[in-house]
Nanobody, 118 residues
Framework: VQLQASGGGLVESGGSLRLSCTAS????????MGWYRQVPGKERELVGS???????????DYSDFVKGRFTISRDNSNNLVYLQMNNLQPEDTAVYYC?????????WGQGTQVTVSS
């Protein structure tokens, strides 16, 4: 299974970006997909996750540091998971990764760089 994230870039403080993640299999065959981020010298941290099961109505989960600013959504028809990031701050600068879990297996995409200038 391959995951691919895209949409990163350079944005000014207070700006917005939307990241997209697609998979080489239908995302509804995953149990959960999520977004993580990592800065050099620090561990990768969870941004949030969402169930990608078609019949799931569960709301996404978010880490406290992004609540109210970031939104995760899914488009099963187009096989995409999104991370909408609003009111970006310099401390959000990181490489963002998408991740999928299917049973005991975990899959990672390549990262996409998000840089927020002050």
């Amino acid at each position: 299974v391959q995951l691919q994230a895209s949409g990163g870039g350079l944005v000014e403080s207070g700006g917005s970006l939307r990241l997209s993640c697609t998979a080489s299999i239908r995302i509804f065959s995953m149990d959960v997909m999520g977004w993580y981020r990592q800065v050099p010298g620090k561990e990768r941290e969870l941004v949030g996750s969402i169930s990608t099961k078609i019949r799931s109505s569960a709301a996404p989960d978010y880490s406290d540091f992004v609540k109210g600013r970031f939104t995760i959504s899914r488009d099963n028809s187009n096989n995409l998971v999104y991370l909408q990031m609003n009111n970006l701050q310099p401390e959000d600068t990181a490489v963002y990764y998408c991740n999928g879990r299917k049973g005991p297996r975990i899959y990672w995409g390549q990262g996409t760089q998000v840089t927020v200038s002050s």
